[in-house]
């Protein structure tokens, strides 16, 4: 797709991209999502947010038809799977890479029709306690699922946790960027917004 038709950008997720858009009359939160909004408003992009806190895969297949295939965006970008890890280790509740995989995959099937472009942006972990580092093992193969996904469907692939993971290598350590491992402080957000900029190009 052109860049001039890129003219509306819809957000779908987690905690990461939700970042208290419920409670922002501008409905974006303050997180990466509204890092991005902000830099495309100058071409006249609109963005919106519909990211709930706490979403596996299959929360968004619950709430997918109203949220997401409604929507008259051209693009949708999504990022999903550290719930999908976390509920594991947390509740007790895995989803296997199999499951993982087969619910993402519905979800693009259905979502591929209604849209111009699908950006699937990597889940990411960025340990800082000994026992993230399980998750990470659990999360990896996710990765890989998305990986696959975004080469089956076309979609654009944002390498978020090679390039977090590189940044905060380079300076600061993980907490820098995201203090709980997983959710991102404001210099995390800002990061991620440049490294899904770079990588759409929208």
Not at 9 to 37: K, M, Q, W
Not at 135 to 146: G, P, T
Request: glycine share 8%.
């Amino acid at each position: 797709m052109e860049k001039s038709q890129q003219r509306s950008i819809l957000f779908a997720g987690d905690s990461v991209t939700d970042c208290g858009r419920r409670e922002d009359p501008r409905g974006l939160g303050d997180g990466y999502v509204n890092f991005i909004a902000a830099e495309v408003a100058q071409q006249g992009v609109a963005v919106s947010n519909v990211g709930i806190g706490g979403d596996r895969v299959v929360d968004l297949q619950r709430r997918w038809a109203k949220d997401v295939l409604s929507s008259s965006a051209q693009v949708l970008s999504i990022l999903v799977g550290i719930n999908d890890t976390w509920r594991r280790f947390d509740s007790n509740e895995p989803t296997t890479a199999a499951a993982f995989e087969e619910g993402y995959r519905e979800l693009l099937t259905q979502a591929e029709p209604h849209f111009q472009r699908i950006v699937l942006v990597q889940p990411f972990l960025l340990p800082v306690t000994a026992g993230q580092q399980d998750w990470a093992e659990d999360l990896r193969d996710k990765q890989h699922a998305v990986a696959r996904l975004a080469a089956e469907f076309g979609a654009v692939l944002v390498p978020a946790h090679e390039r977090l993971t590189a940044l905060a290598a380079d300076g600061g350590g993980n907490t820098a960027l995201a203090n709980d491992g997983v959710h991102p402080t404001s210099l995390g957000h800002a990061e991620l917004a440049s490294i899904w900029l770079e990588t759409v190009n929208v």
